[in-house]
């Protein structure tokens, strides 16, 4: 009965404490390569108010963890920072990156801007091939960005050419992530 008890705890403080495996930019294109898997990448930046709260509320929940983990390789990439990323033939940097300026406003990174980030946070959901699906601009809870997350990892998205298909996606669409 003890060891009963002590799996129990065990298992309910893994559950707890589950987090998204993040990677690079690099680490996942790599990966991609050995296993194709669609890539969620959440751009942030240092002085982002809601990449924060992104970061403690939304990529903290359980369900939302186990999903990304599962279906995706969960990249975090900072918009402003100077990762080298080499994608798709070009070695992209943030040569105008400041380092006096870590933790303020800083210049965007090339990635960043050949993605076309233009608000934080951002998440940018790529295919098995590496090319951009969409991004999706602003803070999300975990119950918003569900919806994204399923649509993509099925590939349902490919179905939706119009704003009436979105709607009626939408309308339909019964999630299970709770907040």
């Known amino acids: 009965m003890r060891y009963l008890y002590l799996g129990l705890m065990f298992f309910m403080l893994h559950s707890v404490h589950a987090q998204i495996k993040w990677m690079t930019m690099n680490e996942a294109l790599?990966?991609?390569?050995k296993e194709p898997k669609k890539i969620f990448a959440d751009v942030y930046t240092d002085w982002c108010g809601p990449c924060k709260m992104m970061d403690k509320n939304t990529f903290s929940n359980p369900d939302?963890?186990?999903?990304?983990?599962?279906?995706f390789y969960p990249v975090k990439f900072n918009a402003e920072g100077t990762e080298t990323v080499d994608y798709q033939g070009f070695e992209y940097t943030n040569?105008?990156?400041?380092?006096e300026r870590k933790g303020k406003r800083n210049a965007q990174h090339f990635f960043a801007n050949a993605l076309k980030v233009s608000g934080y946070p951002t998440v940018v959901f790529f295919d098995e091939e590496s090319d951009v699906i969409a991004p999706v601009v602003g803070y999300r809870t975990a119950e918003q960005l569900e919806i994204y997350l399923k649509m993509i990892a099925t590939d349902d998205y490919k179905d939706l050419t119009t704003q009436e298909a979105w709607q009626a996606y939408q309308a339909e669409f019964e999630?299970?992530?709770?907040d």
């Open 64 to 71: 939302l963890v186990k999903y990304v983990n599962t279906h």
């Open 175 to 178: 999630g299970t992530f709770k």
């Open 95 to 99: 040569p105008n990156y400041r380092p």
């Open 30 to 33: 790599d990966a991609q390569k």
